[in-house]
């Protein structure tokens, strides 16, 4: 068990039990895995705890200095090798020289310049570089490809990935916290710091979750700013999201992650008074089903006591054709 407090505007990190060596990548490699949100979407961004999946498939990264120039050279492949985002940079003054993506480039090149802003010694030694980027899972599916970007470029710069987080793009962090994690955490950002408590093994009911792709991908910035745009949650909403976050990383029992499961659809069908996923797509399925992170998009967590082989015909009959066990996409 290992927690971990970041003050978020302040450099100041606490440190229980928790060797940051282990974190550290070859020089010129580097590898982020991707995420999945099991309970406490919204409702993080909050306060409430959420318990956050690392998946085994994430984006990788490889940085070479060129021998010329002083640019830098971005390429990213997809799981296929097909490059589909290519940038060059002047580090002179990040002008974009060329790009595939005008919009995408710009995105990039203001979090290179926010790394810079953390730490005034990176790229500033007239060195250009050449990074390739490849995500090892179809890029529709939403696993994490900016969180393991954020934790590249963290690594890369040596500076706090969360900063860099919460001064760019915003969010909760728990993606960011999956990107360096090695099985289950539960993650916490309060007003101040953020808390995250590895659970070092997988849930004791892993045996009855399954993952199945949505087919489509959410906005998940609209869907921040539309929960923002709403009121609060009453403190008591929170708290009880927060126990069942713990909860779920703890019980083994069929039964009890049946009760979780539809007590936590409730909770945040209510206030966001948007149908739950079982009800509104899958009414007749025997066990439960729920969103995964923003509503309506990615991947759906399945309940069920019957089985992988019945459990997935039961989709892909539906049309539902990318399913997973417990085991086969978490760390």
């Known amino acids: 068990f290992v927690e971990i407090i970041i003050q978020k505007r302040a450099f100041y990190y606490k440190i229980i039990n928790f060797d940051l060596s282990k974190q550290q990548p070859p020089s ?8 999945l949100l ?71 090149g203001n979090l290179i310049q ?22 090892e899972y179809p890029i529709q599916w939403g696993l994490g490809s900016s969180s393991t970007l954020i934790n590249f470029l963290a690594e890369w710069a040596d500076i706090n990935p969360y900063i860099l987080l919460f001064d760019t793009l915003g969010g909760s962090g728990y993606d960011v916290a999956c990107a360096r994690a090695e099985g289950p955490l539960i993650y916490h950002m309060g007003e101040e710091a953020i808390s995250i408590n590895h659970l070092g093994k997988s ?3 892993s045996k009855y ?14 869907e921040v700013e539309h929960y923002n745009d709403r009121a609060k949650p009453a403190q008591k909403l929170i708290d009880r999201i927060s126990q069942i976050s713990e ?12 009760d979780l499961v539809e007590e936590h659809e ?14 509104h797509l899958f009414p007749d399925f025997w066990g439960q089903v729920k969103s995964l992170g923003a509503w ?36």
């Open 28 to 35: 010129n490699m580097y590898k982020g895995n991707g995420k």
């Open 38 to 108: 099991l309970s406490g979407e919204y409702f993080v961004l909050s306060g409430a705890n959420a318990l956050a999946l690392p998946t085994r498939m994430g984006q990788s990264f490889q940085v070479k200095e060129q021998s010329r120039g002083y640019d830098l050279v971005w390429k990213s492949y997809d799981k296929d090798d097909n490059l589909w985002f290519e940038a060059k940079y002047s580090l002179y003054n990040f002008k974009i020289l060329q790009s595939t993506d005008e919009e995408k480039a710009k995105w990039l």
């Open 114 to 135: 926010a790394c810079c802003k953390q730490n005034s010694e990176f790229l500033s030694t007239w060195k250009g570089y050449k990074v390739t980027s490849k995500i």
């Open 203 to 205: 849930l004791p009911g």
């Open 209 to 222: 979750l399954y993952f199945v792709f949505s087919g489509k991908s959410q906005d998940t910035l609209q």
């Open 247 to 258: 909860e779920f990383g703890s019980v083994s029992s069929y039964n009890q992650i049946i």
């Open 266 to 279: 409730n909770i945040i069908s209510s206030h966001l008074e948007k149908p739950k996923t079982k009800e």
């Open 296 to 331: 309506g998009g990615d991947f759906y967590l399945v309940v069920s006591n019957k089985g992988f082989e019945k459990t997935q015909q039961y989709f892909t009959e539906k049309g539902y054709n990318v399913f997973f066990e417990y085991d086969e996409i978490i760390l």
